[in-house]
């Protein structure tokens, strides 16, 4: 893992970031930038935290896919309702 506490510290950061934005508005742009930061904090934590070095480049890949791929599914659901 390289530089975890700064890592760490952008999770934080980040989130806070997340939380603010949804206390001040509901506009569709803040809700697709909570989307995009949090798909962002997906990255970080699968590439720091998971420790999927060794393994298949298609199960890295799946799970690299896995974050954006659900917050456009969850911007779609909110768009259609």
């Known amino acids: ?13 980040t989130t806070l ?6 206390e001040d508005s ?7 930038l909570i989307l995009v930061l949090t798909s962002l904090k997906g990255a970080l934590i699968i590439d720091s935290f998971m420790e ?3 393994v298949h ?6 799970m690299h896919l ?3 791929v659900l ?3 969850i911007w779609g659901i909110l768009q259609f309702q």
């Open 66 to 68: 896995y974050c954006p």
């Open 17 to 22: 970031a997340s939380f603010a934005l949804a």
């Open 71 to 73: 917050a456009i599914m």
């Open 1 to 13: 893992m390289k530089n975890t506490h700064l890592i760490w510290l952008l999770l934080i950061a």
């Open 26 to 32: 509901i506009q569709p742009w803040v809700i697709g």
């Open 57 to 62: 480049h298609l199960v890295r890949r799946a």
């Open 52 to 54: 999927l070095h060794g």
